[in-house]
């Protein structure tokens, strides 16, 4: 399977072997982007963004003394959308899954790569609200004082208050999304896991497998079927026998 769409990219990072790794990749898994050019350091990024527009840029969080966020700061809004790429899993990987188009860890595999590069085709646009969403998860999130998470679809970002997630629900590799006074989810393509790691700071447990609930959304427990919590939508969510011992915490 090969990348679509006919788009631009830039790269900035500043190992020249990792720079070089991801256009490999990018010439055999995905042709049709065209790779405009590459920086080591902000400064070289923002000379040539400033005045050549690229549809994806793949930035490096950690660099020298610097980071991706340094250049996101001086960008104009929707300059692209932003990919990130990074051996640093620990360092502002939360920030990134807030609101960044898509991550990549280091080593990229190729399959990871065509999926995150597919995803900017399916909104060609770049979203003005993204870099201002990146900047603040990034200033907010040792704090705890994200107030929005940005959840892609497949045709837009939708950009949601914490507090209004009732709950969360899994089917393999997607996440449903159950907000406040809305019927209908918003599907995420990421796994619950992610999302459980992200949320859990602000009132999230994982109740069931299957099952991301707001504690500050639950209703009442319900000892019936093997026991359910009630969410305030009246939606039902079981809970499983090996983390019942969960409640007493809520």
């Known amino acids: 399977m090969a990348c679509m769409n006919n788009l631009t990219c830039y790269i900035v990072d500043d190992e020249q072997s990792a720079t070089e790794a991801l256009s490999v990749l990018m010439q055999r898994y995905c042709p049709h982007v065209t790779i405009a050019g590459n920086a080591s350091n902000v400064k070289g ?38 990919i990130f790429v990074t051996a640093h899993d620990e360092y502002g990987i939360q920030a990134i899954k807030f609101s960044a188009t898509d991550y990549l860890l280091k080593p990229v595999m190729p399959e990871e790569l065509i999926a995150a590069v597919h995803k ?29 998470i940005a959840l892609p679809d497949q045709h837009q970002i939708r950009y949601v208050l914490i507090d209004d997630i009732i709950c969360c629900s899994a089917d393999n590799t ?12 918003v599907v995420v393509s990421k796994p619950i896991s992610e999302y459980e790691q992200i949320l859990s700071v602000y009132g999230f447990v994982r109740i069931h497998q299957s099952w991301l609930i707001n504690k500050n959304h639950i209703d ?31």
């Open 174 to 185: 997607y996440t449903s999304f159950y907000l406040l006074n809305e019927g209908k989810p």
């Open 220 to 250: 009442s427990f319900k000892k019936a079927d093997g026991g359910y919590l009630l969410m305030d939508n009246k939606m039902s969510v079981p809970v499983s026998r090996q983390r019942k011992h969960l409640l007493k915490d809520l």
């Open 45 to 82: 990024a923002l000379s040539f963004l400033t005045d050549h527009p690229v549809d994806i840029l793949f930035l490096d969080i950690k660099m020298k003394q610097e980071t991706g966020f340094d250049l996101l700061k001086q960008l104009p809004p929707a300059a692209a959308h932003v």
């Open 120 to 148: 900017v085709g399916q909104r060609k646009q770049a979203d003005a609200g993204q870099v201002a969403m990146l900047l603040q998860s990034y200033q907010h999130q040792k704090l705890n004082t994200q107030k929005r």
